[in-house]
């Protein structure tokens, strides 16, 4: 048996490479290398693909959910609900403006913001709701959407793992006030360095974002912002209009994998599989199962030549990072489930079905 990875990324390179190639030379001969038609083009392309109004290329998925933050006026004074259960970037943008995280647990079964939680986690300083669509599956967005309009909050959404996915046929992206998306290398839709960019279809929005991005400048060395240098990179934007057309094709190879472990795990003892409420598609960005004896499963797995990863072992709540918050073991106990059980299987566009049959077998050989 061979090894398999938890996700090969040369491997995309290999499927597209003439016309990465021939991106690279593209921008290299344009002798253009910040800002311009190149990121123009994909601003367009992305939006249009959303179902948006306006895109902006930044640096990275942690500036695209700070800059939406700041265009908004959110800064130090101010509370923004988060996802207790999610990668630390998302309160990490909350934190740069000067606001404060405020932590709500997820959905056990979703591993998303639970929008019943929410009421309590309101206070006079609320200003904004923060979900994230955790691992690819949309969070509940008609209900944070209620929510958000009855307190006259904004609704802003991570979509950093949710490329391609859809909420009720509506693309995520286009559904709430304004959406950060990250284009990191291993994300559905991966850069070759960093990247990321916004969503909206607030115009006033994308206004402010594009002189955030931009040292608070249209013209050049006019500043009327304190702003940012977080612009995407052009070759990064030729990248990525590569593989933008690409995306439905390999959600739909993840989506396929994904029914096939879902398919043959159900009679595991002690599995909890992901679900899949009805009216989202899910872009199945990571796999992740929970188990009771998760690191014994994990090192079982890793003897048969399987890599899997843990996304993600500490709760934000509990990192170095988020002293200062006081807050100990036990405080947010779904949340700390989930990061003792959680385990991301191998899972992207190019793990072959026969491999996904390999780790299952090694998964049903588990001994109970
Ligand atoms: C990857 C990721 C980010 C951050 O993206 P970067 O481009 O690495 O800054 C933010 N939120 C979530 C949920 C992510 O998975």
């Known amino acids: 048996m061979s090894e398999i990875p938890f996700l ?117 300083r609320t200003r904004a709701i923060l979900p994230v669509h955790l691992y690819g599956l949309p969070a509940e967005m008609d209900a944070l959407t209620q929510i958000a309009a009855q ?26 006030h304004a959406t950060g998306w990250s284009f990191y290398p291993g994300k559905n839709l991966g850069a070759y360095g960093d990247a990321g960019a916004v969503t909206t279809n607030d115009p006033a929005l994308a206004e402010k974002i594009r002189l955030l991005r931009n040292y608070g400048s249209a013209q050049k060395y006019h500043n009327q912002v304190k702003g940012f240098n977080s612009r995407l990179d052009p070759l990064q934007a030729a990248f990525l209009r590569v593989k933008l057309p690409h995306l439905p094709a390999w959600n739909a190879r993840r989506a396929a994998l994904a029914d096939l472990y879902l398919r043959h795990l159900g009679e595991m003892p002690g599995i909890l599989l992901p679900s899949v409420p009805e009216g989202m598609q899910h872009a199945w960005h990571l ?3 929970r188990h009771p004896r998760r690191d014994a499963l994990q090192q079982h797995l890793r003897q ?42 191998p899972m992207g566009p190019h793990l072959s079905p026969a491999q996904v049959e390999q780790v299952i077998a090694a998964l049903l050989s588990f001994p109970a």
């Open 8 to 124: 090969d990324l040369h491997a995309a390179y290999a499927e597209l490479q003439p016309e990465l190639d021939a991106a690279y030379r593209r921008v290299m001969d344009s002798g253009w290398y910040i800002l311009g038609q190149e990121m123009e083009a994909f601003e367009t392309e992305f939006a249009a693909a959303c179902g948006a109004e306006h895109c902006l290329g930044v640096g990275n998925g942690l500036e695209a959910l700070h800059l939406i933050l700041r265009a908004a006026g959110i800064g130090a004074g101010d509370e923004v609900i988060v996802p207790a259960n999610t990668y630390i970037a998302t309160w990490l943008a909350v934190s740069y403006t000067g606001a404060t995280p405020v932590p709500v647990e997820p959905n056990p079964l979703t591993f998303n913001l639970d929008p019943n939680r929410v009421d309590a986690a309101l206070s006079p």
């Open 151 to 176: 307190h006259h909050l904004l609704l802003v959404d991570d979509a950093a793992q949710a490329q391609g996915a859809a909420y009720k046929n509506r693309p995520v992206g286009g559904l709430a």
């Open 287 to 289: 796999f992740v199962i």
């Open 304 to 345: 048969q030549g399987i890599q899997t990863l843990i996304h993600y072992p500490i709760p934000p709540h509990l990192q170095p990072a988020y002293a200062e918050m006081g807050l100990r073991p036990g405080s947010f106990p779904i949340s700390e489930q989930i990061h003792a059980q959680a385990l991301s299987l």
